[in-house]
């Protein structure tokens, strides 16, 4: 069926019914977009999922506390269960990762040096199972300093998320790297840290 044209150009028709009742005496449209949203526009790169995530390669600045210098590093917090979007409130939080096999975090620490002997490495996880706004740690700061000896400039540390298949929601990886103020090497080091999901 052919509309009357506007403005002298020819209307498609995109929805027309099927002549056909389905058995159950519905007529379906041939198109199933109930909400309307297509076309619309491409959902920004922040919340459109995907299965891959990597964070610029940045040193890890230092500072000084009472008792140490420390350096952090944080990676970003994920939202690992992308397929509960749109059915909770919180469908846009976090950084979406869709992997069905399960994310799997990698960190590259260059800078590793003479000068990081006496330094030690310590990694907390985040997490929320539902809500993106109560991401806390739910490790204790715990001691990895033994996988700073490789005898090489760089390392590297792989960890998975909590949940085998089916990961917790939200998650976030903390690195903190420290030197007790009374041991602080002539130069601290200048460490590189970079990290991919996927």
Do not use: C
């Not at 540390?157 to 007790?180: I, T, V």
Request: charged fraction near 20%; aromatic fraction near 12%.
């Amino acid at each position: 069926m052919a509309l009357p044209p506007i403005g002298g150009m020819p209307q498609a028709v995109l929805h027309a019914p099927a002549e056909t009742p389905l058995p159950d005496g519905t007529i379906p449209d041939g198109y199933d977009n109930p909400e309307g949203s297509s076309p619309g526009p491409m959902p920004s790169a922040t919340r459109r999922p995907v299965g891959y995530w990597e964070s610029e390669a940045s040193g890890a600045p230092w500072s000084r506390t009472a008792t140490s210098w420390r350096a952090q590093w944080n990676t970003v917090v994920f939202d690992l269960r992308t397929d509960l979007r749109g059915v909770s409130s919180r469908e846009w939080d976090g950084r979406p990762i869709n992997r069905f096999s399960g994310a799997q975090l990698w960190v590259s620490i260059a800078g590793l040096d003479h000068n990081h002997v006496g330094m030690r490495m310590m990694w907390s996880e985040w997490g929320h199972p539902v809500n993106y706004d109560k991401v806390k740690p739910y490790t204790p700061w715990t001691d990895a300093t033994g996988e700073l000896t490789t005898g090489t400039d760089q390392v590297i540390l792989d960890r998975f998320p909590p949940g085998s298949g089916y990961q917790m929601r939200y998650w976030q990886f903390k690195l903190r790297f420290e030197f007790p103020v009374q041991f602080v090497p002539v130069a601290l080091p200048n460490l590189e840290v970079q990290g991919g999901v996927y």
